[in-house]
T-cell receptor
C-alpha cells in the first residue's frame, strides 16, 4: 500500500490564482480530511468527508472547496488564493468505525505571494 | 468545543535521559481518544501513542509512555532513554467518539531538542 499520497509537495502561487491539491489513499478508508498547519500552531481541520458524495466543513473552511467523487480521492481546491492561505496542508484518512487513528500524507507546502 | 493546551513551547533533554511533555485538554465528554504525534523536520506526522479515555491503564509503546489523569484532564508523554532521533515537534491531540467524529483537535506543539 502507498498509504496517503499528496501532490504536489511544494507550490508557489500568486494572489488570485486557483489550484487543486491532490490527495489519494489506497486503504479503502471512508474518512478523509484536510488540515492546515501554520507556524506555532497545531493542525486545524479545513474540510472532511465520510464517504463518496459526502463532505462537511471543519474549523477553517473559508476559501476552500472539496468534493469526493470516489473513495480514493479527496482534492482540495483554492478558488482564489490569498497570502493568508500560505501554509502546510495535510491530507489524512481513517477507516470508519475503527478505533484507529488517522493516517497522514506527507504534506504540501503552499506559498501564496 | 474541545481545546488542547501544551504549555511547554520548547523542551530539551540529554541523550539517554528521560523527559516529560505536558498536555491538558478541556472537554465535557466522558469518552474520547487522546494521541501524541511526532513531527520531525521531514514534517511527516507520526503517531507515537494513543490512549482511549475509558481505559484506566496508561498506554505504553516501547520507550514512550503516558500519564493519563482523566479527572485532571491531563495527558503527559514520557520519553525514556532519549535518543537523537527523538528530536522533533510533538503534538497532543484529542478526538471525540461521538457520531463518528472526524475532527482531531491539536495543541500548538512542543519542540523537543535532544543534546548529545
Amino acid at each position: 500500500n502507498a498509504g496517503v499520497t499528496q501532490t504536489p509537495k511544494f507550490q508557489v502561487l500568486k494572489t488570485g490564482q486557483s489550484m487543486t491539491l491532490q490527495c489519494a489513499q489506497d486503504m479503502n478508508h471512508e474518512y478523509m480530511s484536510w488540515y492546515r498547519q501554520d507556524p506555532g500552531m497545531g493542525l486545524r481541520l479545513i474540510h472532511y468527508s465520510v464517504g463518496a458524495g459526502i463532505t462537511d466543513q471543519g474549523e477553517v473552511p473559508n476559501g476552500y472547496n472539496v468534493s469526493r467523487s470516489t473513495t480514493e480521492d479527496f482534492p482540495l481546491r483554492l478558488l482564489s488564493a490569498a497570502p493568508s492561505q500560505t501554509s502546510v496542508y495535510f491530507c489524512a484518512s481513517r477507516k470508519w468505525g475503527s478505533t484507529d487513528t488517522q493516517y497522514f500524507g506527507p504534506g504540501t507546502r503552499l506559498t501564496v505571494l | 468545543a474541545q481545546t488542547v493546551t501544551q504549555s511547554q513551547p520548547e523542551m530539551s533533554v540529554q541523550e539517554a535521559e528521560t523527559v516529560t511533555l505536558s498536555c491538558t485538554y478541556d472537554t465535557s465528554e466522558s469518552d474520547y481518544y487522546l494521541f501524541w504525534y511526532k513531527q520531525p523536520p521531514s514534517r511527516q506526522m507520526i503517531l507515537v501513542i494513543r490512549q482511549e479515555a475509558y481505559k484506566q491503564q496508561n498506554a505504553t509503546e516501547n520507550r514512550f509512555s503516558v500519564n493519563f489523569q482523566k479527572a485532571a484532564k491531563s495527558f503527559s508523554l514520557k520519553i525514556s532513554d532519549s535518543q537523537l532521533g527523538d528530536a522533533a515537534m510533538y503534538f497532543c491531540a484529542y478526538r471525540s467518539v461521538q457520531g463518528g467524529s472526524e475532527k482531531l483537535v491539536f495543541g500548538k506543539g512542543t519542540k523537543l531538542t535532544v543534546n548529545p
